[in-house]
């Protein structure tokens, strides 16, 4: 899979993009992420991107012809699936979605910034608007992260069987077990017995009947969707 991501900030990415499992699928070949700074696709001698805005005292403005550019400039070389802007008044972020993408082949991530992007380039050019959260970030950059860290790990062969995506809290609606490592004991808390008994059987049934729990409490509204699927 290919990830172009496209900001005004590409510094802002390369350190989430380039631990741990994102950086082995990288490695591995099985992502290709390729982050593009918009000021080089910028027409304005001073490589600038925004623009006052129609709406008097609403700030800055994306301007359309540098994001243009950089969007045609990468589709002559190849097709894309999904052409995404990340923006707090898009469509909530979660693991269906995650699921959704990690099946494409090429997608392009636009990074919103200033007071958002000229309405006409999520009109002409975006396929999908995407927020990760009801809250306001300061640009589309830690949320482009998250939706790339969130995808990658599901590509085949990028996590191993022992850590599989499959058994991620969400996939099937519950959260995660609690897991215990050593010690055994630690001030007067043990590690439930089941987990020391080495029955896979019933520390299977003991996570699935933890995680029912666990999400029951802490995620009620979670727990419904699961109710609905079971
Ligand atoms: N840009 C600013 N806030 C955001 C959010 N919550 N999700 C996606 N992009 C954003």
């Known amino acids: 899979m290919r990830i172009d991501i496209i900001t ?3 510094e802002m990415l390369e350190s989430p993009l380039n631990y741990s499992i994102v950086k082995r699928a990288q490695e591995k070949r099985l992502a290709e992420i390729h982050v593009h700074n918009m000021r080089d696709f910028s027409d304005d001698k001073h490589r600038r991107v925004d ?29 894309y699936d999904e052409i995404i802007f990340t923006t707090p008044d898009g469509k909530l972020f979660d693991q269906k979605e995650a699921n ?32 990760i959260g009801d809250y306001v970030l300061t ?23 022992e850590t599989s995506a499959l058994t991620d809290s969400f996939q099937d609606h519950l959260l995660s077990p609690p897991v215990y490592t050593r010690p055994a004991e630690y001030k007067g808390l043990k590690v439930p017995e ?11 049934d003991w996570k699935h009947q933890k995680s029912i729990e666990r999400t029951k409490k802490l995620r009620p509204d979670l727990y419904k969707k699961f109710l609905g699927k079971s």
């Open 139 to 161: 640009g589309g950059e830690l949320a482009a992260a998250v939706i790339t860290d969130s995808v990658v790990r599901l590509l085949p062969g990028v996590l191993s069987d």
């Open 194 to 204: 089941i987990l020391l008994s080495g029955n896979d059987k019933l520390i299977d």
């Open 51 to 79: 623009d006052y805005s129609f709406s008097k005292g609403a700030g800055m403005v994306m301007a359309i012809q540098p994001i243009e550019k950089a969007i045609e400039t990468l589709k002559k070389e190849r097709d």
């Open 100 to 131: 959704t993408l990690s099946l494409k082949k090429n997608i392009i991530i636009l990074c919103g910034h200033y007071k958002g992007v000229d309405q006409r380039v999520r009109d002409l050019l975006i396929t999908r608007e995407i927020s």
């Open 8 to 10: 005004v900030l590409p």
